[in-house]
């Protein structure tokens, strides 16, 4: 059993909830927004509680649900109570108002931006940048398992990272350093925009990217 | 039914060779060793032909079935015979050695660099640079379709790919402009890698990235 906590109470928030808790690990969930982070946890049941971004964060993994440009601020207000646990970075940088471009330097990652404002304070793993909210939610699409992409510099975070992606029943697959999550990051660009093309209609935030078989 | 040209006559050349010929489309081969590119001809049976690099190219579409750093020469010693064609970049800019970075600049691709010696003298698609030659020439990976990813800036181009990847009973998925290609070779960095990963032996280039369902 591992306590994860959860920044943020948004669609990503209550899908990793409802991993973590499937897979019987306690979910805390501190949210920005008092009453929706209520009626998340609420709507969560048994093993979830909540509180306001800034209490104490109580587990070992640290999920930011956030989008990418909000991770500088919750990394600043959670200050010295991040230290020592594993942050998992699941953002992708994706102008979104035009789906053409990252929002990072080419060369670098949001993952790694994130290590850097961390300054070793705790060891930052990306994952779950590649599961959508909706599937991630259900655990599958289709009756396929989801594959989760695991990229960090330290392999004991990984490790904790992976065995509660597959405590949820999902695939991790760890690819390397943490820089491997300029690529993962990179794909989304791609993915994100094939569901918000008109051409595509029956690409709509439900699908996943997984390597076969 | 449309003419095909693959430059090349190693694994990639056979297996998109197979995937044109099941759509039933007449393919030419044009290799650098000639007992090599015979041999692949005969193997292929009826609809192909052959022939050494720089004689004349038949088809509407020409594959360059090549690792990146060749196709440079290649389309040097095409010269004007690629004039008003559609030339398929499938290559991986990938570091072999190390699997650990690409071998182009950040913020391009080897694909617009094909584009840029190509000079505005033919359209140039990257596709196929996703499908293993093993899981292309079988056309499915444990029963499931493979999908083709298709950057372009020349929408009928991309069409006359599409038609072609799905005559071959693949599906082809037009993920937008040729700077795509940036995110399509990147991702390959990751799947590359894991192939050739010792904690990974259940990947071995017999796998396929997919977007599901």
Redesign the interface.
């Known amino acids: 059993m591992t306590n994860i906590s959860i920044l943020g109470s948004g669609h990503m928030a209550r899908a990793l909830a409802k991993a973590m808790l499937r897979g019987n690990n306690p979910v805390q969930i501190l949210g920005r927004d008092g009453p929706k982070t209520r009626d998340l946890v609420e709507s969560l049941g048994p093993g979830a509680t909540g509180g306001v971004i800034g209490a104490g964060i109580t587990g070992a993994i640290v999920f930011l649900a956030m989008p990418h440009k909000d991770v500088h601020n919750a990394i600043l207000e959670a200050g010295d109570s991040l230290e020592g646990r594993v942050v998992v970075d699941i953002s992708n940088p994706v102008d979104v108002s035009t789906f053409?471009r990252l929002t990072t330097e080419?060369?670098t990652s949001a993952a790694e931006e994130t290590a850097r404002l961390l300054e070793g304070r705790a060891d930052v793993v990306k994952a779950f940048n590649t599961t959508f909210a909706a599937t991630l939610e259900d655990g599958q699409?289709?009756g396929?398992h989801l594959d989760v992409?695991i990229a960090g510099d330290s392999e004991q975070a990984k490790e904790k990272v992976s065995a509660v992606a597959a405590a949820a029943g999902l695939r991790p697959?760890?690819?390397?350093p943490l820089r491997?999550a300029?690529?993962?990051e990179?794909?989304m660009?791609?993915?994100m925009?094939?569901q918000v093309?008109p051409?595509?209609q029956h690409?709509n935030w439900d699908?996943?990217?997984?390597?076969?078989?």
Chains 1, 2 share one sequence.
Not at 207 to 213: C, G
């Open positions: 053409d080419p060369g699409v289709g396929q992409f697959i760890d690819v390397g491997r300029r690529e993962l990179a794909i660009l791609v993915v925009g094939l093309s051409e595509h690409f699908t996943a990217l997984r390597i076969f078989p």
